[in-house]
């Protein structure tokens, strides 16, 4: 079992920077590859991007890409999503996702976190 919590969300404005953390509860968080997600209002919940459970490999949705950045620390349980240079389409829940290695599907979510961006 992963119980995941999500802090760091908040209001900014247009180009400003937040940066999310996901604290991990387990022994095993770090086998366990580690995903973000959004959901807009009225939007479907969409891929933003993932770390593997080393950090050797990250993969970003294009609408992210050299914006975005994740990292993990496997000794401090956690994973971290610094946005950079932020648009108002970025207005959304993030949340934290983890899944071991050989599925294809999440497991276990956080809670979310709130991210506004005022144009």
């Known amino acids: 079992q992963v119980q995941l919590v999500e802090s760091g969300g908040g209001l900014v404005q247009a180009g400003g920077s937040l940066r999310l953390s996901c604290a991990a509860s387990?022994?095993?968080?770090?086998?366990?590859?580690m995903g973000w997600f959004r959901q807009a209002p009225g939007k479907e919940r969409e891929f933003v991007g993932r770390?593997?459970?080393?950090?050797?490999?990250?993969v970003y949705h294009d609408s992210v890409k050299g914006r975005f950045t994740i990292s993990r620390d496997n000794a401090k349980n956690t994973v971290w999503l610094q946005m950079n240079s932020l648009k108002p389409e970025d207005t959304a829940v993030y949340y934290c996702?983890?899944?071991?290695?050989?599925?294809?599907?999440?497991?276990?979510w956080g809670q979310g976190t709130q991210v506004t961006v005022s144009s």
């Open positions: 387990g022994r095993t968080f770090s086998s366990y590859v």
């Open positions: 770390i593997s459970w080393s950090g050797g490999s990250v």
């Open positions: 996702a983890a899944r071991v290695t050989t599925a294809l599907q999440y497991d276990y």
